[in-house]
């Protein structure tokens, strides 16, 4: 059986206050709950491991610098995240990918970053709206899987997040049959490099546009095992529903 997983990607948003979302989070949330991972801005990642211990929510990071420590002003390693507490690192998002010009390239190296620090690497993939619509979106994410995914992946130090650009903070969702495509052909892509025993149980989430009343939907998919949601993690009545129809 293949863990499940709920991720809140909270982006550039919350301070210390917010944090009681957690504990909000946790009353909401049903008794068989998936695992629930929040990723808060690296400011908040100390006091959130603090108030998330006696919750069982995993804390983790939105971002981490590919070198362990140096003169990379503003930048956090992933083994300054890991000293927090946190047990993830997301790397890869596409508004990273975006805004840095970050590169497959940089993804893989920030993943193994992220593994040397003990830390389980989120590795977001997805096309934009214009390879979306030219029908590219096969190749453009067999390139991203060839090139972000580090050789030593294995289904515990990685969850993959196919996360379309064009459906992150939009309200458009892909129908419930282009998830499946996408879903079934990134398993067959890591089956095929990394066996059937990683590929079978290596988590697969699809992020963009979750919210409460799509999320039963997007769960339908056999290879989609959790979600990664931006907007609708900030509150806790928003997030717990979408974890209740994972469990
Ligand atoms: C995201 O930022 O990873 C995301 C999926 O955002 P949203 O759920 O708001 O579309």
Not at 21 to 35: G, H
Not at 44 to 72: K, M, V, Y
Not at 83 to 103: F, K, L, M, N, P
Not at 156 to 182: H, R
Request: net charge negative; hydrophobic share 45%.
């Amino acid at each position: 059986m293949r863990r499940k997983l709920a991720a809140g990607n909270w982006k550039m948003n919350g301070t210390a206050a917010s944090l009681a979302e957690l504990e909000a989070l946790k009353a909401l949330m049903p008794e068989n709950a998936p695992d629930v991972l929040i990723c808060p801005p690296a400011p908040l990642l100390f006091r959130a491991n603090e108030a998330a211990r006696a919750t069982g929510i995993q804390i983790g990071a939105q971002d981490c610098h590919a070198q362990n420590s140096g003169a990379f002003t503003g930048d956090i390693s992933a083994a300054m995240i890991a000293d927090t507490g946190a047990s993830h690192v997301i790397v890869g998002h596409s508004e990273r990918r975006e805004a840095y010009e970050e590169h497959d390239s940089d993804v893989r190296k920030k993943a193994k970053a992220a593994w040397a620090a003990g830390l389980t690497a989120v590795i977001c993939i997805g096309e934009s709206a214009d390879n979306h619509s030219a029908n590219n979106t096969l190749d453009i994410i067999a390139g991203q899987l060839a090139g972000s995914l580090p050789d030593g992946m294995t289904a515990t130090n990685t969850v993959i997040a196919y996360e379309p650009i064009w459906a992150i903070g939009t309200g458009k969702v892909p129908t419930l049959e282009q998830i499946v495509e996408v879903h079934d052909f990134i398993r067959g892509k890591i089956i095929s490099r990394f066996g059937a025993e990683i590929g079978d149980m290596i988590p697969l989430l699809y992020g963009g546009s979750v919210k409460p009343d799509n999320a039963a939907m997007i769960f339908k998919a056999e290879n989609v095992d959790g979600a990664l949601v931006g907007g609708a993690s900030l509150k806790a009545a928003d997030f717990a529903p979408i974890i209740s129809a994972l469990a």
